[in-house]
């Protein structure tokens, strides 16, 4: 990951953000040598959305299974209980 001074953002900004919009790089900014904030590829922020989303969803789905694993359960399968339904 690359490091720019602020200035130096300021100086270079239309050619920082082409780099990173066309080679995926990342740069760390930096404030009198310290890092202030990250520049980075929107799809990387996508993605990790994307990731939460899929933790919350998995979690709700993880949930529902403990939900019905408590229940009382028909021994029949799908297949028996679609017959004795027609019947």
Do not use: F
Request: charged share 40%; with cysteine.
């Amino acid at each position: 990951m690359k490091q720019i001074g602020v200035r130096e953002l300021k100086a270079r900004a239309s050619e920082i953000l082409r780099s990173v919009q066309e080679n995926d790089e990342t740069y760390e900014i930096t404030q009198r040598g310290k890092v202030v904030a990250r520049l980075t590829p929107a799809w990387c922020i996508e993605g990790r959305e994307m990731l939460k989303e899929y933790e919350r969803w998995s979690a709700e789905h993880d949930a529902l299974v403990e939900e019905i694993g408590k229940l009382d359960h028909d021994p029949r399968n799908s297949v028996e209980i679609m017959r004795d339904e027609r019947s």
